[in-house]
């Protein structure tokens, strides 16, 4: 048995809702990690994760955050 599991090793980190809304998002409907945004006719659900957000889908140009 290892003292430090992996999963406690994690770093967890807040999701950053500003770095989407200085690109122009509207966000809404957080939940924990995941949120819906707008931005003109695109809606779009995001994902925070450790290195940002990531696009899961929706309608729009894709696009990186």
């Known amino acids: 048995m290892q ?4 999963l ?3 770093e967890h980190t807040n999701p950053n809702w500003e ?3 200085r690109l122009g998002w509207s966000v809404a409907n957080i939940s ?3 949120c819906v945004a707008w931005r003109g006719r ?3 659900v995001f994902e925070w994760r450790s290195d940002g957000w ?12």
């Open 3 to 6: 003292p430090l599991s992996p």
């Open 8 to 10: 406690a090793q994690k």
């Open 19 to 21: 770095l989407l809304r």
């Open 32 to 34: 924990g990690a995941y």
């Open 42 to 44: 695109d809606e779009v």
């Open 54 to 65: 990531h696009r899961l889908g929706g309608t729009g140009a894709p696009e990186e955050v």
